[in-house]
């Protein structure tokens, strides 16, 4: 009988966060993306139980602040510095190559720090105010719908750069059958939150959609920075949404 290859678990694992996993990678790392909405989910209920934790002693705001910087730290800052890049790529003049040449920039410009600042703070507040709400399953979804969503862009676009990239050989290598495996298993994820889980899924699907036909038009496909924007952009977009839909108890 064949052992459970968790390979590709493994490496989602690696690629999206900084925490310590056993085992061997994927030998296709595409393989992985599918295991990528399991990993947002894990993530989500970090965050969620730090707000469990602390909203008894009656800090929601405190607890928005340390659910933040948590998921910030657990994906080594991955994702908002994707989102970074990509500011500091718009407000750059000149074609697609000159874009592109900035992102690839380590440096951050003004506009990359703007939008770190403002995703910091909406993702701050609307975790404080769905603190409030003590609707804590639902805190997961915004999570695992952002990495759904990465799956969207990754398995639809080309890669942007002809060079190539680190995120490079999970676009190449991917099929529609890592897309359909991921959305199965977001949808499997979201429905330990009823039906509203799986409403504000299709909430963020909706949104990578779009997000999906931007990045055609604007940088021509993908890149391992865009998908980390798509991530921060779906994430804490449905967090917001939330936040605004939740009543205070």
């Keep these: 009988m064949n ?17 310590p996993f056993p085992g061997k990678d994927a030998s ?56 970074a890049d990509m500011a500091d790529a718009l407000g750059a003049r000149g074609p697609l190559e000159r874009k592109l040449a900035v992102m690839k920039d380590p440096h951050t410009g003004a506009f990359g720090v703007l939008a770190i600042v403002a995703d910091f703070v909406l993702k701050t507040v609307a975790l404080g105010r769905i603190a409030s709400s003590g609707q804590w399953m639902l805190v997961i979804v915004p999570f695992l719908a952002a ?33 359909i495996l991921a959305l199965i298993v977001a949808m499997a994820c979201s429905a330990v939150a009823g039906w509203p889980g799986l409403l504000l899924l299709a909430t963020g699907l909706a949104l990578a959609v779009l997000i999906r036909f931007w990045l055609k038009h604007t940088f021509g496909g993908v890149t391992g920075d865009l998908i980390g924007a798509t991530n921060e952009i779906v994430e804490t977009s449905l967090l917001v949404f939330l936040a605004c839909t939740l009543q205070p108890v």
């Design 3 to 19: 052992r459970l290859d968790i390979g590709p678990f493994v490496t989602a694992m690696r690629t999206l966060t900084l925490l």
């Design 28 to 83: 296709n790392f595409a393989d992985a993306i599918p295991c990528f909405p399991a990993v947002g989910a894990l993530i989500g209920l970090m965050a969620a139980g730090i707000l469990h934790i602390l909203v008894p002693l009656d800090w929601p705001m405190g607890a928005g602040v340390l659910a933040a910087t948590l998921t910030i730290l657990i994906t080594r800052g991955l994702h908002i510095d994707g989102l």
């Design 147 to 179: 990495r759904a969503a990465q799956a969207v862009v990754a398995t639809t676009l080309p890669y942007a750069r002809p060079e190539g990239g680190t995120a490079g050989v999970f676009v190449q290598q991917s099929r529609p059958a890592h897309l």
